[in-house]
């Protein structure tokens, strides 16, 4: 069973930035796809950035520029580092990993970190 453990989450003032991380243990297969996800309140939750195994990556638009993904697969491990940050940003942020076993694609999601910017 893989577990994903994030970190980095907090209280930051707009323009701040915060560096997030999520380490993947319990891995029996290769990690795919690193992800991460947030939820706004009020809203549903949205992709913010994706990194695939090969190193290339896909950003939601409100973020590009800002935000980049970025994987240490000798760590298992996908960071996030966000610059420029913006009241808008608050959310609740998810790790989001796949892996692949010999049959099966297997999908996990972390518990949620939170991040609060403040105008």
């Known amino acids: 069973q893989v577990q994903l453990v994030e970190s980095g989450g907090g209280l930051v003032q707009a323009g701040g930035s915060l560096r997030l991380s999520c380490v993947a243990s319990?891995?029996?297969?290769?990690?795919?796809?690193m992800a991460w996800y947030r939820r706004a309140p009020g809203k549903q939750r949205e992709m913010v950035a994706v990194v695939g195994s090969g190193g290339n990556s896909n950003y939601a638009d409100s973020v590009k520029g800002r935000f980049t993904i970025s994987r240490d697969n000798a760590k298992n491990t996908v960071y996030l580092q966000m610059n420029s940050l913006k009241p808008e940003d608050t959310a609740v942020y998810y790790c989001y990993v796949v892996t692949t076993t010999s049959n099966n694609v297997h999908y996990y999601w972390g518990q949620g970190t939170q991040v609060a910017v403040s105008s």
């Open positions: 319990g891995t029996g297969g290769s990690i795919n796809s």
